[in-house]
Structures are given as structure tokens and as C-alpha cells.
T-cell receptor, first 117, second 112 residues
Framework: GAVVSQHPSRVICKSGTSVKIECRSL??????MFWYRQFPKQSLMLMAT?????????EQGVEKDKFLINHASLTLSTLTVTSAHPEDSSFYIC?????????????FGPGTRLTVL | GEDVEQSLFLSVREGDSSVINCTYT??????LYWYKQEPGAGLQLLTY?????DMKQDQRLTVLLNKKDKHLSLRIADTQTGDSAIYFC????????????FGPGTRLSVLP
């Protein structure tokens, strides 16, 4: 199946700094990528949908200036958490859609655990 | 309802069958999915079912779909300790474009 990678897998940063998380589709071209946030023992919350070459579409309540998303190529999307605060600590998961797959599957990355001190 | 619903916990003994239930929201959802998440990892697609099907079987997995009641179930036969994980059902309703709506996840514990 299609493979999606995320980097880094784990990051610890100080309050006020910015953190960039990369999501790559390794063996397919993803026209659409998705960013999710998952709190402990909870479900995935969609943050934004990212289309290659255009601005991301953010879900209600998600600050676009706080969570900057860039989808510069068909295989790479980045999420930058700007001026991170402890409440931004979470597990961030990306997914990508392969347009060649007929049943609309999203392929998920392994996730990035962000801890803000 | 507005939300995809699942029971939060299920415990079974090794070798028994597990049945995880889900109620989704939109009868127009073309595909419905079951994903598995192991601790600290991303989600792995287990199986999916097209909305015009009632049942789909794939080795130890059986998916049943009741479109009238918007009810989806996942049965795992001969459950093994390696099946311990969180299982999410998801729908892709037309009102949400290409986006998935996930249930809260069912934590399956397999006891030896």
C-alpha cells in the first residue's frame, strides 16, 4: 500500500518557539493531504485540508495563523506550529489521498508527538 | 445524530470473536471504513465497505452494514493479543467533501 512518512516523530520545544512537521507521500502523488490532531484517548480532529498549490482549508475553530500549512509539491505538506504553547502539545497526524485509489482511502503517517514545555 | 458513535471499550479473551459497533451519521456516505491504531502510531486501514454492500469478509474480518439504521460493525474472528488496539470507524459524507468523520474509537483489549 501507499506509504506516508512524517518527520520528526517526536519533538520537544520551549514555549514561544515554532515547530515544523513534514508529511511526505513516498510512493504516490497526493493532490490532497490532511492534518489531524489527536488528544490522549480521543479521536482524530481534522484541522485542515491541504491541496497542492493552493491555500489550505481550515476547520472551524482552527487558527490559520497559528497552524501554518504549506503544500508546495505533490509529495510534501508541512505544518508549522507558530509560537507554540503548552496547550499545543498533542499528537499530530497527517494523511494523504492517492487519486489513483477508487475508494477514497486516506493513507496515514505515523504521527508526530509534540511536547511544548 | 451529528456524531459518529462507538462504544469506547471492549475486552475479549484470546481466541474469541470481537464485535465492534459503530453508528454513522450520513446515509449518503459512499464508503465506510475501519481503521486500527496501535499505541503511538498512525492509523492503518483495516477494511472498507461500499455503501451498496451488506457484508464484506476479508480473512478474519467481517464487516456488516445496515444502511437503513446507519449501523456498521466489525467482527474479528479468533482474536489475538496482537489485535489489541484502538479501532476507529469513519465515514466520508458528501456534506464534508473529501473529509473523513471519525468515531471516538473503541479500545479493544485482548486477555490471554
Amino acid at each position: 500500500g501507499a506509504v506516508v512518512s512524517q518527520h520528526p516523530s517526536r519533538v520537544i520545544c520551549k514555549s514561544g518557539t515554532s515547530v515544523k512537521i513534514e508529511c511526505r507521500s513516498l510512493d504516490f502523488q497526493a493532490t490532497t493531504m490532511f492534518w489531524y490532531r489527536q488528544f490522549p484517548k480521543q479521536s482524530l480532529m481534522l484541522m485542515a485540508t491541504s491541496n497542492e498549490g493552493s491555500k489550505a482549508t481550515y476547520e472551524q475553530g482552527v487558527e490559520k495563523d497559528k497552524f501554518l500549512i504549506n503544500h508546495a509539491s505533490l509529495t510534501l505538506s508541512t505544518l508549522t506550529v507558530t509560537s507554540a504553547h503548552p496547550e499545543d502539545s498533542s499528537f499530530y497526524i497527517c494523511s494523504a489521498r492517492d487519486p489513483q485509489v477508487s475508494y477514497n482511502e486516506q493513507f496515514f503517517g505515523p504521527g508526530t508527538r509534540l511536547t511544548v514545555l | 445524530g451529528e456524531d459518529v458513535e462507538q462504544s469506547l471499550f471492549l475486552s475479549v479473551r484470546e481466541g474469541d470473536s470481537s464485535v465492534i459497533n459503530c453508528t454513522y451519521t450520513d446515509s449518503s456516505s459512499t464508503y465506510l471504513y475501519w481503521y486500527k491504531q496501535e499505541p503511538g502510531a498512525g492509523l492503518q486501514l483495516l477494511t472498507y465497505i461500499f455503501s451498496n454492500m451488506d457484508m464484506k469478509q476479508d480473512q478474519r474480518l467481517t464487516v456488516l452494514l445496515n444502511k437503513k439504521d446507519k449501523h456498521l460493525s466489525l467482527r474479528i474472528a479468533d482474536t489475538q493479543t496482537g489485535d489489541s488496539a484502538i479501532y476507529f470507524c469513519a465515514e466520508s459524507p458528501p456534506r464534508r467533501g473529501q473529509n473523513f468523520v471519525f468515531g471516538p474509537g473503541t479500545r479493544l483489549s485482548v486477555l490471554p
